[in-house]
T-cell receptor
Framework: ELKVEQNPLFLSMQEGKNYTIYCNYS?????LYWYRQDPGKSLESLFV?????AVKQEGRLMASLDTKARLSTLHITAAVHDLSATYFC??????????FGKGTRLHILP | EAGVVQSPRYKIIEKKQPVAFWCNPISGHNTLYWYLQNLGQGPELLIR????????DSQLPKDRFSAERLKGVDSTLKIQPAELGDSAVYLCASSPNSYNEQFFGPGTRLTVL
């Protein structure tokens, strides 16, 4: 069964702290996406990871991909309130089918 | 550059009624997707178009759902008849091709009473 699992599903953290969101997937893929969704809004693309070992950074967010472990991480450095949102990973599997995780709802306390 | 446009933004109907959603993708984007998103869940693909061809409609409930993209540009998703369980947000996304990141529209929030 094809699965994309995110962990944790909900995270409440203090401003200034670091944390990591994990995305595990159950089948071979070498392309993974991270999206952000604010409440009542649509999805905004954050990162596209295209190969094993890929690492991308934008501001306080850094994403990485380990295709051998079938794992991607989204690391948050010195969190700020504006990063509060739901974060989705999406895995591109065979035949360009894309499967989304359930999302990690991130709440950053001021 | 204009983003993905969807209309209507909100729709409330009674069960057994028909409903249609419209999507205009970003200009030049060949690939168009329709997703369903339930509250607290990730988007689930309903159908993917490459130009005017539906290349993946395996998750589309064909007994009541239909979609078209006649000229390979804008697209319509229809539900007839709607059921209570169809209440969700329907998202349209587009990309230059299926190897690129997707750009999402604002979605249509459907409530079936």
């Amino acid at each position: 069964e094809l699965k994309v699992e995110q962990n944790p599903l909900f995270l409440s953290m203090q401003e200034g702290k670091n944390y990591t969101i994990y995305c595990n997937y159950s089948t071979t893929s070498d392309r993974l996406y991270w999206y952000r969704q604010d409440p009542g809004k649509s999805l905004e693309s954050l990162f596209v990871l295209l190969s094993n070992g890929a690492v991308k950074q934008e501001g306080r967010l850094m994403a990485s991909l380990d295709t051998k472990a079938r794992l991607s991480t989204l690391h948050i450095t010195a969190a700020v309130h504006d990063l509060s949102a739901t974060y989705f990973c999406a895995v591109d599997i065979w035949d360009d089918k894309i499967i989304f995780g359930k999302g990690t709802r991130l709440h950053i306390l001021p | 550059e204009a983003g993905v446009v969807q209309s209507p933004r909100y729709k409330i109907i009674e069960k057994k009624q028909p409903v249609a959603f419209w999507c205009n993708p970003i200009s030049g984007h060949n690939t168009l997707y329709w997703y369903l998103q339930n509250l607290g869940q990730g988007p689930e693909l309903l159908i993917r178009y490459e130009n005017e061809e539906a290349v993946d409609d395996s998750q589309l409930p064909k007994d009541r759902f239909s979609a078209e993209r006649l000229k390979g540009v804008d697209s319509t998703l229809k539900i007839q008849p709607a059921e209570l369980g169809d209440s969700a947000v329907y998202l349209c996304a587009s990309s230059p091709n299926s190897y690129n990141e997707q750009f999402f529209g604002p979605g249509t929030r459907l409530t079936v009473l």
